[in-house]
């Protein structure tokens, strides 16, 4: 079944930059929408990134739109989030999900049929 591996999570300064990575086992890559999730300690998992299956529209919570850019390479399987401007707010565990055919509402995570198994980020001040 389909597998998500994400990578590219550690330790960085306020301001400094990261680039998440997941890498998927599947074959049919290009018929899923690929979101970056992440959660703090305490707190509910919150949207961050989606990229469309379909189109390849783009879409950010407002928290981090501006910084951070999504996007995939369907022949390598693989969504990538490149994260700037880092803030100490941005400190949390960083899910990646696929959605097969997924083209609406996105930025839920009830809308995702995989998960993988995170990576963590933490940004110091």
């Known amino acids: 079944q389909v597998q998500l591996v994400e990578s590219g999570g550690g330790l960085v300064q306020a301001g400094g930059s990261l680039r998440l990575s997941c890498a998927a086992s599947?074959?049919?890559?290009?018929?899923?929408?690929m979101g970056w999730f992440r959660q703090a300690p305490g707190k509910e998992r919150e949207f961050v990134a989606a990229?469309?299956?379909?189109?390849?529209?783009?879409y950010y919570a407002d928290s981090v739109k501006g910084r951070f850019t999504i996007s995939r390479d369907n022949a390598k399987n693989t969504v990538y989030l490149q994260m700037n401007s880092l803030k100490p707010e941005d400190t949390a565990v960083y899910y990646c999900?696929?959605?097969?055919?997924?083209?609406?509402?996105?930025?839920?995570?009830?809308?995702?049929?995989?998960w993988g198994q995170g990576t963590q980020v933490t940004v110091s001040s």
């Open positions: 990229i469309s299956w379909s189109g390849g529209n783009t």
């Open positions: 599947v074959r049919t890559f290009s018929s899923y929408a």
């Open positions: 999900a696929a959605g097969f055919k997924l083209e609406r509402r996105m930025d839920l995570s009830l809308n995702y049929d995989y």
